[in-house]
């Protein structure tokens, strides 16, 4: 572990469960799904017809009436939780007056803004080219998001997309967590968004039996680690950090939410969509994270897992974790709260960042819920029982995304030195 310390001062979160933190968490810790039958559009045709949507999104609360017509979901899911981790760091003023060339901004997103290019594409077929809206490239483009952050708040510091898939958002908190660990920055806006519950986006995941297909009951289809798991539940929405060096936060009084300690990544290097045998490269991304952190095992009281609900990844990540912490993985609780959020793709890495930063502050865990059966090749504690009440000293936040790509995040239960 070397260079400067890095601390979070602020979150934002959209999930399927809540519009903000502090609803997602209570949700949470409530145990409550997000998924239901899909509204966005008619799924009457598709196989899969439910989803983990955004429920009640007013992009007015954050955007004015020309800037809703101009941005997709996905942009306007980024601004929107931009300002909530902004509001919650008090920044604002110090972005612009203070640190506008030594702030970055970092934004994952998988696929970007998916609902624009199949909307456009309708109406170039239907009404012919001259149709297309001349904003449909900055509408689509994923690195758009991280572009308007930057706008909004007048930073010029490092600036781009991550697109790996669903450890997107993940590589964005890490490779921001690297800039100020280095020096390059002094405060970071990093995370994820996804808006990607489309017609083409469900065909397309339905079609490599990636999905779910418990339309009857959707609520309970989402079930990491249990035995009658078969897919994931598609979500979206968007979770955001404001990240600073130690020494920035505390010359200007800032609250210290918990620290960002270490940040692995690797590659698989095995196959499109599967996960390597005995999630060797899962393997990597976590060992490279504790020694990054300067962390042993036996300092990990939680890891908010991948945990998908798909049969391959739930069985080989917890092979994974037991390879990783020996007989310490009995002792820690593995949670999965796509349970409840879904998997939002592009935007998750950066949601349960957020969320694994509240389990560090408050020492409670959400639950994993819709346990029905167990498989004994998932054999961990999964927090199936209710929330967990204890200290976490510190966390794992694993990602792990289509094509191989491994990000595991170390965050650290902020004591003060």
Not at 20 to 29: K, M, N
Not at 81 to 100: F, H, K, N, W, Y
Request: hydrophobic content about 40%.
């Amino acid at each position: 572990m070397t260079g400067r310390r890095v601390v979070i001062t602020g979150t934002g979160l959209i999930t399927a469960v809540g519009n903000d933190v502090r609803s997602t968490w209570e949700s949470l810790l409530a145990g409550r799904s997000g998924a239901a039958p899909i509204t966005l559009f008619d799924a009457s045709r598709h196989d899969v017809r439910f989803a983990c949507e955004v429920k009640d999104f007013d992009p007015s609360e954050y955007l004015d009436r020309k800037e809703v017509k101009r941005t997709d979901r996905f942009l306007q899911f980024a601004l929107a939780t931009a300002q909530q981790a902004v509001a919650e760091a008090d920044i604002a003023d110090v972005l612009r007056d203070e640190s506008p060339d030594r702030t970055g901004v970092i934004v994952g997103s998988g696929i970007g803004g998916l609902a624009t290019l199949e909307e456009q594409h309708i109406r170039m077929l239907e009404r012919g080219p001259d149709r297309v809206s001349p904003f449909f490239i900055p509408m689509f483009i994923a690195d758009m998001a991280a572009g308007l952050i930057s706008m909004r708040y007048g930073v010029r510091g490092p600036n781009y997309c991550t697109v790996s898939a669903c450890a997107s958002s993940a590589h964005a908190v890490g490779l921001a967590f690297r800039s100020i660990r280095t020096g390059e920055a002094d405060v970071m806006i990093a995370g994820g968004t996804e808006a990607t519950i489309t017609p083409l986006c469900v065909a397309g995941f339905s079609s490599m039996k990636a999905l779910s297909t418990r339309n009857e009951a959707p609520e309970v289809a989402s079930r990491p680690f249990d035995a009658g798991r078969d897919g994931f539940v598609l979500g979206e929405g968007s979770g955001m950090v404001i990240m600073e060096s130690l020494e920035h936060a505390r010359a200007r009084g800032a609250t210290i939410l918990a620290e960002l300690k270490g940040f692995g990544q690797s590659a698989d290097a095995y196959h499109m969509t599967a996960p390597a045998p005995g999630g060797a490269g899962a393997q990597v991304a976590m060992r490279h994270a504790l020694t990054d952190a300067g962390l042993e095992p036996g300092d990990i009281d939680y890891i908010n897992a991948h945990g998908t609900s798909t049969p391959a990844n739930d069985a080989t990540e917890t092979v994974a974790i037991k390879q990783v912490f020996g007989e310490r993985a009995y002792e820690i609780v593995v949670g999965s709260t796509k349970s409840m959020t879904g998997h939002s793709l592009g935007a998750a890495g950066a949601v349960e960042t957020v969320i694994s930063t509240l389990v560090c502050r408050e020492g409670l865990i959400p639950p994993t819920i819709n346990f029905g059966e167990a498989d004994p090749e998932c054999d961990l504690d999964y927090g199936h029982r209710g929330v967990t009440e204890r200290p976490v000293r510190a966390a794992l936040s694993n990602s792990f995304g289509f094509g191989g790509h491994n990000v595991a995040l170390a965050i650290g239960r902020w004591d003060e030195d």
